[in-house]
C-alpha cells in the first residue's frame, strides 16, 4: 500500500468540551489520528466515548454553541494538494469541501434521506451540488452510482421513494450520494449497526471495494470489534473522550494493551458457549478479570439441558399471518404478502427458543401473532392447551399479566412523560394485582433493584437514562406481572456489544429466578446460539430449520442457516 508522506488528514491535540448548566463538560481530550490515503482506520468505542464528537468536528457539523473546540489542529490535504486547518474555514469554504472533499455515511439511513423526494432527486442534487453538470448527464452518472453500489435495477431505482426500499438498500444509496463527487475521505459513522449480518457483511465489502477502487482514507466509526476486524487496516480505542490504545488490527487483536480493548473483545457472546456468564468491560476496568485478551475457557461452565414436559406451554399449528399487497380500485384485495406461512412448532415450559432470521422473514411478525398482538390469518395457537383464536377482549386482558414482550427499542416503548417508576407501577394498577401506591411504590423500587438500578431511579424521567438502562427498565417492567411466557423482539441489536453483554447476563439470572419461557428474537445467530436451549430460523415465512442451538450453530442443515452463520464478523477474530 502506498503512503505519501503528507497524511491525508491529521487531527492534532484535539480538545472539545459541551457547556452545560453545571459548566464546560468534557467531550473529547487531547485526540491524535492520522489518515493516509487508501487507507481504512478504525474509530472504535461504547457510546459516549467520543467516536462521532470527533468526526462531526471533521466537518464542521457540531452544534456550538454547546460545543466548543477548546485547543487542536484538523489538518486535511485535499485533491489539489492544499493542507488547511478545517477549524480555520468559513461556512463557505466547508460548504466547497463537504461532500466534495469529504464525504460522510450516517447511522440512520432513514432519517438522513429526506422522505418527500425519490433516491434519484436526492443523488442527483449531491452531483449538482459541487458540479454544473447538465441535469442528463447528472441523471445517467446517478444510474452509474447505483449499479456501482450494486442495487438491483439502477435506472428503476431513481424513480422510487426512501420508504419502498430496505435498510440495506437505502444504505446503498446513501453510499452512492457521498461516493457522487469522489471524495477524498469518506467517514463512516456506525453505517451497519441496525443491519442484518448477511446485508452488514455485503455493505462492508461494499466500502471496502470502493475504497481500494478510488484509493480514498476512510474513517470507520463503529462499537463492534468484529466489524474492524472485517473491514479497518489500522485502529484507535476510544474511553471516555481519550485514545486509550492504537495499532493495527492484528496487533489490537492478537496483543491488546489496555483493560478496556481487552474487555471490548473479551464480552461478545460468539466467544462464549451457552451458560457462561459474559464478561463486561468493567470486570476489566476493575482488574477483576486476568486473562488477557483471549476468552475464557468454558471447560468448567455447567449448560443446564434444555427443559422437555409432556405437554408444550405454547403450540403453534400451521400459523398465518397475510397482509394484502394489492387492490383493486373498488378495494378487492388481488394480492398478499405471506409473512408467515403455515408455521407450526412447540415451545416447552422453561425454555429459551431462539428465532432467527434477516429482516423482511416474518419473526417479528411470529412474535406478535403469538400473544395476539397481531391477528393471525389461519392455523392456531394454543397457550397452555386453549386457542388463544378463541379468547374474548375481556379474556385476553387478564392472559396478557401471563404472556409480555420486550421491544426492540426501549424509548419509543416508554411513555416519555411518566416517570419509570409510574411506567411500571402502570402495569400493577391496570391489572389490580397490588392494591395501595405505597405497596406499589415498594413493588417497583424491589424490581428497578433487581435489574441492577437503584430505588432512587423510581421518580425520573426516560431520557434521563442510557439505552442500556432503558432496556433494563423495560425488562423490569415485563417482569412487573410475573409472567409465565415472555417475547424479546430484538432487544439487545441496539445496543454496545458491551451493554448487550449486560443485558444478556441479566436475563438469564432472571430466568433461572422467575422461571419463565423465552421466545428470543434476533437477526444475530451468535446471541442466538449463546442465550437459546433450541433455534429456529426462519426465511421467507416460512420455517428453514429447527433444532438444538449447538446442532444448527455447528452442523447447520440449510444453506440458508450456513449463510447467517458465516456472516458473523466476530468469527474473524477466531482465526485472525
Known amino acids: 500500500m502506498g503512503y505519501v508522506m503528507t497524511p491525508l488528514l491529521s487531527i492534532q491535540e484535539l480538545t472539545i468540551g459541551f457547556q452545560t448548566a453545571d459548566g464546560l463538560a468534557p467531550g473529547v481530550q487531547g485526540i491524535n489520528l492520522q489518515v493516509q490515503r487508501g487507507e481504512i482506520v478504525a474509530l472504535v468505542g461504547e457510546s459516549g466515548s467520543g467516536k462521532s464528537i470527533t468526526s462531526l468536528s471533521i466537518l ?3 452544534p456550538m454553541p454547546p460545543a466548543r473546540i477548546l485547543s487542536g489542529k484538523i489538518l486535511f490535504t485535499d485533491s489539489h494538494q492544499h493542507c488547511a486547518d478545517l477549524l480555520k474555514h468559513s461556512p463557505e469554504q466547508m460548504q466547497k469541501i463537504r461532500g466534495n472533499e469529504i464525504a460522510m455515511i450516517f447511522q440512520e439511513p432513514m432519517t438522513s434521506l429526506n422522505p418527500v423526494f425519490t433516491c434519484g432527486d436526492q443523488l442527483i442534487e449531491a ?10 448527464q447528472a441523471r445517467q452518472k446517478a444510474i452509474g452510482l447505483f449499479g456501482k453500489v450494486k442495487l438491483p435495477d439502477p435506472a428503476g431505482m431513481l424513480s422510487r421513494y426512501p420508504h419502498q426500499l430496505s435498510g440495506g438498500q437505502k444504505q446503498r444509496v446513501m453510499i452512492a450520494m457521498a461516493m457522487s463527487n469522489s471524495p477524498s475521505l469518506l467517514i463512516c459513522d456506525e453505517p451497519t449497526t441496525a443491519l442484518d449480518v448477511t446485508v452488514q457483511k455485503t455493505i462492508l465489502e461494499l466500502i471496502r471495494e470502493l475504497q481500494q477502487t478510488e484509493n480514498m482514507g476512510v474513517i470507520f466509526i463503529t ?8 473491514i479497518a487496516d489500522r485502529a484507535l480505542v476510544l474511553y471516555k473522550g481519550k485514545v486509550v490504545e492504537e495499532g493495527t488490527v492484528k496487533e489490537l487483536f492478537h496483543h491488546p494493551q489496555h483493560p478496556y480493548t481487552k474487555g471490548l473483545l473479551n464480552c461478545r457472546p460468539v466467544l462464549h458457549v451457552k ?7 468493567s470486570d476489566f476496568m476493575e482488574g477483576t478479570e486476568k486473562q488477557g485478551g483471549q476468552s475464557k475457557t468454558p471447560s468448567a461452565v455447567e449448560i443446564p439441558a434444555p427443559v422437555r414436559t409432556t405437554a408444550p406451554l ?28 403455515g408455521v407450526s412448532f412447540d415451545v416447552y415450559k422453561g425454555e429459551t427458543l431462539g428465532l432467527v432470521g434477516e429482516s423482511g422473514c416474518g419473526k417479528t411478525t411470529l412474535g406478535r401473532a403469538l400473544l395476539r398482538l397481531i391477528d393471525p390469518t389461519g392455523g392456531r395457537i394454543l397457550f397452555g392447551g386453549t386457542d388463544l383464536a378463541a379468547y374474548t377482549a375481556g379474556e385476553l386482558k387478564k392472559l396478557r399479566s401471563h404472556i409480555q414482550i420486550i421491544f426492540q427499542d426501549p424509548y419509543s416503548s416508554l411513555n416519555p412523560r411518566l416517570t419509570i417508576g409510574a ?7 391496570v391489572h389490580g394485582l397490588v392494591s395501595t401506591k405505597r405497596e406499589r411504590r415498594q413493588q417497583v423500587e424491589q424490581l428497578l433493584e433487581k435489574v441492577s438500578l437503584k430505588a432512587e431511579h423510581f421518580d425520573r424521567y426516560p431520557h434521563e437514562f442510557s439505552g442500556g438502562q432503558r432496556q433494563r427498565i423495560v425488562i423490569a417492567r415485563a417482569l412487573a406481572l410475573r409472567p409465565s411466557f415472555i417475547v424479546c423482539d430484538e432487544s439487545v441489536s441496539a445496543l454496545d456489544v458491551s451493554v448487550q453483554a449486560q443485558v444478556l447476563n441479566l436475563l438469564n439470572d432472571l430466568k433461572k429466578e422467575f422461571g419463565f419461557t423465552v421466545v428470543f428474537i434476533s437477526h444475530d445467530l451468535s446471541v442466538i446460539r449463546y442465550i437459546s436451549d433450541r433455534i429456529l ?15 444448527v450453530y455447528t452442523h447447520p442443515q440449510m444453506e440458508y442457516t450456513r449463510r447467517l452463520i458465516e ?3 466476530m468469527r474473524r477474530l477466531l482465526t485472525i
Not at 127 to 136: E, L, Q, S, V
Not at 275 to 281: A, C, D, M, Q, Y
Not at 423 to 429: H, P, V
Open 60 to 62: 464542521q457539523l457540531l
Open 127 to 136: 452531483i449538482r451540488a459541487h458540479t454544473k453538470m447538465p441535469a442528463d
Open 223 to 230: 462499537h463492534d470489534l468484529g466489524v474492524v476486524a472485517e
Open 275 to 281: 451458560g457462561e456468564r459474559l464478561p463486561v468491560v
Open 314 to 341: 405454547v403450540q403453534v399449528e400451521d400459523l398465518s399471518v397475510w397482509y394484502p399487497s394489492k387492490k383493486t380500485f373498488l378495494g378487492k384485495v388481488l394480492n398478499y404478502t405471506r409473512a408467515v406461512d
Open 423 to 429: 411506567a411500571i407501577a402502570e402495569t400493577l394498577k
Open 537 to 551: 430460523v426462519m426465511n421467507k415465512g416460512k420455517i428453514e430449520e429447527i433444532g438444538e442451538a449447538e446442532a
Open 567 to 569: 456472516a458473523i464478523p
